[in-house]
């Protein structure tokens, strides 16, 4: 099946059969005002443009790379630009969801602190399984903002309509962040679940043979096993632990080294290339930086 690229607001706005937007970079849309249209029940799609929808109904299926996700509760999901999206509707079903789409292009940012800034949000890289679900009250106090963006983004647009709207947007992704944290936090279950099946993963890793034949697993290797993306992993074992996969990786590295050089008389190169390195001067480099000492000195502490 083709897939539609949505280039620009304007383009979405008319194909969701939604009056002309106010502004032709960022638009706040009612979700009850996009109703099904007649004889299409699949749509896949990308957009130019970032997404944050706060979904309070929907009674469709969404599907995000080969994630799918059912949104029967109140959520928060963030969608970057050019990631590929799927919409299911059963026959003759009628749309019925409610909640508010925000939708602004990457142009919107252009000489505002939000341009660099947004980069350092990682959720905008997260699977729709792994949307923000929301308390009552969260969903309160985002809400609010959104409808004050609405506000704002209905009014006679003028040379402050920009700040306005930005630093409504700045304040409503800090908060996201912070209902991120609460999340990994209060879903403990389900989070130290996912932290024991990565160290597992991870010490089984390390176990086979795998380390001389294709090296150090990646982090994308890593949470594609678990079936999340790499950044909600990544920040999910911050959250829990202190540290990034990539860190959780040189941990489990610099335990074997450390075995491997004072428990056997294998060289410091042969140790090297069998924890998966191709030059054994990257091995050197990385094992002076995580313990202060060359491997040859921390030899010599053993012999």
Not at 294 to 299: G, K
């Amino acid at each position: 099946m083709s897939i539609l690229h949505i280039k620009n607001i304007t383009e979405y706005h008319r194909l969701m059969q939604l009056p002309k937007p106010q502004h032709p970079l960022v638009s706040v849309i009612n979700f009850a005002d996009i109703k099904r249209k007649e004889n299409i029940t699949v749509s896949s799609f990308t957009h130019g443009y970032y997404s944050i929808a706060l979904k309070q109904v929907f009674n469709g299926k969404m599907k995000y790379g080969q994630q799918e996700y059912d949104f029967d509760e109140g959520v928060l999901a963030f969608i970057a630009p050019n990631q590929i999206m799927r919409i299911e509707i059963e026959d003759e079903q009628k749309l019925n969801h409610s909640g508010w789409l925000l939708i602004f292009h990457p142009d919107f940012l252009w000489s505002t602190s939000l341009a660099q800034k947004i980069k350092k949000y990682d959720f905008f890289g997260y699977e729709l399984t792994e949307a923000l679900h929301l308390s009552d009250k969260e969903q309160n106090t985002l809400t609010d903002l959104m409808q004050n963006i609405n506000q704002e983004y209905n009014s006679n647009i003028d040379k402050f309509s920009q700040d306005v709207i930005i630093s409504q947007l700045e304040l409503l992704l800090t908060y996201s962040e912070r209902f991120y944290q609460r999340q990994f936090i209060t879903r403990k279950k389900s989070s130290h679940r996912i932290l024991e099946q990565f160290e597992t993963l991870l010490n089984n890793y390390f176990k086979s043979k795998n380390l001389q034949g294709n090296g150090l697993p990646t982090v994308n290797y890593l949470s594609a096993s678990l079936n999340l993306s790499p950044n909600y992993l990544s920040r999910l074992l911050k959250t829990l632990s202190g540290k990034s996969t990539q860190e959780f990786i040189h941990e489990k590295l610099m335990q074997l080294a450390k075995e491997k050089l004072s428990t056997t008389a294998l060289s410091v190169n042969e140790i090297a290339y069998s924890l998966g390195f191709e030059h054994p001067q990257s091995f050197g480099k990385l094992f002076k930086k995580k313990t202060d000492l060359t491997p040859l000195e921390f030899r010599k502490l053993y012999n």
